[in-house]
């Protein structure tokens, strides 16, 4: 064999590996969901009398075995998750968008959480009933979602009350460039509709690990998610009660400005 | 109440609640002034708080189609009426 064929055997080996390890980390998804997983949300749906608490907790339970998955089958990628969070409840918690891991590393880290949707998603069969069974919100109240948007937002001072923690991105989707977007108003209007706190997280790196518009994880390059917390806005805090757009633009300069002690 | 009292205690609540100060009766207050469903939510419960009385789950939905201050008007008062279906 020569030089040549080695260096382009070698160059193949990297790509093959991230696809190998993608298909291994998305049959978690779909075999390890139906042997692992779906029995205990059958008899959470039989026998639960508060089913989206049931649903939220097998949510969790299922995405911390993902990620347990994922840092097993990809130790080039080191994670640092503030501690913080742990001790996050009750309250609203928004952070930056970067990558589709983002909102299920958030269900992994809270066991009591609910999140807004897009409605499409609850449109497909079975996972769309799951999503409504969890609790979560539409993104808009149009059409047959109005009823669903009325039931979440009415009970969700108990819930956060409770301990729950509602998190939602409020760039609404995922930032192509690493810049913080321009914000929608929802999560701060129910965080002060309800007197919640507002945590503020800065996720970095996710989408180097599982990059937007790409098929398999980046299993080789040395990367480091790091998740923290940058701000708790508490509603006794003079900032809760500024104008939405200034507290909206407070929270999105920390965002933007914040640099990883 | 009459049709003015009631405009007059929408736009009190626009302007303390939500923020917008004097939107137009006929503009799209989603697209102009980013009303969206949860400010409708909250919207519908001042309006209960006006009314003095819960309102049902059906005529909650009604409202969620709602875009114009003319039409919450209209919604309000036939609330008052018993006519929303």
């Known amino acids: 064999m020569t030089g040549t064929d080695r260096s382009r055997r070698h160059s193949m080996a990297g790509p093959v590996r991230d696809v190998w390890i993608t298909l291994l980390v998305w049959s978690y998804f779909t075999a390890g969901f139906v042997a692992l997983f779906l029995p205990f949300y059958l008899l959470a749906l039989i026998l639960e009398s508060n089913r989206e608490k049931a649903f939220q907790r097998l949510n969790?339970?299922?995405?911390?075995?993902?990620?347990?998955?994922?840092r097993r089958l990809i130790p080039t990628c080191r994670w640092r998750i503030d501690p913080a969070i742990a001790r996050v409840r009750g309250s609203v918690v928004v952070c930056n968008h970067v990558s589709y891991l983002d909102p299920i590393l958030l269900i992994s880290l809270f066991a009591r959480h609910r999140t807004v949707v897009k409605n499409r998603l609850f449109a497909i069969p079975l996972f769309g009933r799951m999503l409504a069974l969890s609790g979560y919100l539409p993104a808009t109240a149009d059409g047959r979602f109005g009823g669903l948007m009325i039931e979440r937002i009415a009970s969700m001072p108990?819930?956060?009350?409770?301990?729950?923690?509602?998190?939602i991105f409020p760039e609404g989707t995922r930032s192509r460039n690493r810049r913080i977007g321009r914000f929608s108003t929802g999560a701060f209007k129910i965080a002060r509709n309800c007197k919640a706190p507002i945590t503020v997280l800065y996720v970095q790196n996710t989408d180097r690990l599982f990059a937007p518009g790409k098929f398999s994880f980046n299993t080789r390059e040395p990367n480091t998610v790091c998740l923290d917390v940058v701000d708790r806005i508490a509603p006794d805090d003079p900032r809760y009660d500024?104008?939405?757009d200034d507290l909206m633009e407070d929270v999105r300069t920390r965002l933007v400005s914040f640099k990883r002690p | 109440m009459t049709r003015e009292e009631l405009e007059k205690a929408i736009l009190a609540?626009?302007?303390?609640?939500?923020?917008?100060?004097?939107p137009g009766l006929d503009e799209n207050l989603r697209e102009e002034h980013e009303f969206d469903s949860i400010d409708a939510i909250e919207l519908l419960r001042e309006i209960e708080l006006l009314l003095g009385s819960e309102l049902s789950r059906d005529e909650k939905k009604k409202a969620m189609e709602i875009r114009t201050i003319n039409q919450i008007l209209d919604y309000v008062m036939a609330l008052e009426k018993g006519t929303v279906r």
Request: net charge neutral; glycine share 12%.
């Open chain 2, 13 to 22: 609540v626009f302007r303390e609640r939500f923020e917008i100060e004097n």
């Open chain 1, 158 to 167: 108990g819930f956060l009350k409770n301990g729950g923690n509602l998190f």
């Open chain 1, 60 to 70: 969790c339970s299922f995405y911390q075995g993902f990620f347990y998955l994922v």
């Open chain 1, 242 to 244: 500024l104008p939405l």
